[in-house]
Structure formats: structure tokens, C-alpha cells
């Protein structure tokens, strides 16, 4: 009987979560991004953050991928758990001081200043292999379109 009642609080916790995630639309997402401060950030668009989002994550904050090297990425933008989160498993830096599971609801606030960082201690986006093979170079404004965003593109915004 004991492993029921285990069986129904992991059920629960797990429904929470579930509860709280979201998958973004591409144009709710734009606008969160751009209000919070991410359009001509270090020189990056909206587009390109919304390029990395969608190859990362499908726009889908409740996603989760186990790496071979044992580590995790969370979230919308993918933020690996060796170096940028802590999930009490893998060994980490924990660079943005949260918890890996913070990553994974609506509220992407958290996940915003955390991916600012990896581009400020980085200096660019590359830290994203998606940026690099899908997004840097190409023409972004498909991103955009229809999303009412007014590009800043100023790359000596270094805003932080």
C-alpha cells in the first residue's frame, strides 16, 4: 500500500508540472522576449532568439533532453545542467544560481536572465549549436512576421 501512495504523489508532482508548462506561439513568445528586454541584446534579434527557442525546444517549456555525457538541458532555450542549472544529479557550475526544474514552466522570466548570461559569458549565441547550423546568417524576419516587433539591431547594445 506504501507504493501507492508513492505511485500517487509522483503522479501529482509530475501533473503540476505538466500543468504549469507551456508551448508557446510564435508571436506570444516575440513579444515576451522583446518586453523582456532581449531585442538588440548584445546585438541579437528577437529572430534569432526565437530561431534558437524553436530549434531547441519547439517553443515548448517543459522540455527536457538527457545528454550521453550524463547532463540535462531544460526549457525553452535548452540550458544544459553541467554548466547553467543545478539538477541535484549532474555535476555543475550552476552559473544562473537556480534550480534546473525553474526552467521548465510558463514563467520564462528566469529562463530569459539565464540565457543573457550564457550570451554575455560567451560573447555571441554559438553557445547553441542550433544558432550556429540554423539561425546565424540567415534571413530572420520570417520570425517576425505578423508578430507587430520593431527590430533593434544595434550591435553596440550591451545592455546586460
Known sequence: MQAWGTLVVTLATLMVVTVDAK??????????LEKAGLNGFKGYTVGDWLCVAHYESGFDTSFVDHNPDGSSEYGIFQLNSA???????????NLC????????NRHILDDIMCAKRVVSL?????????????CSGHDLSEWLKGCDI????????TDW
Not at 544560481?97 to 521548465?104: A, E, P, R, V
Open 97 to 104: 544560481h537556480m534550480n534546473c526544474n525553474d526552467l521548465l
Open 150 to 157: 520593431h527590430l533593434k539591431t544595434d550591435p553596440h547594445n
Open 122 to 134: 560567451h560573447k555571441s549565441m554559438k553557445a547553441w549549436d542550433s544558432w550556429s547550423r540554423h
Open 83 to 93: 554548466w547553467w542549472c543545478n539538477n541535484g544529479v549532474t555535476p555543475t557550475q
Open 23 to 32: 508551448i508557446y506561439e510564435r508571436c506570444e513568445l516575440a513579444k515576451k
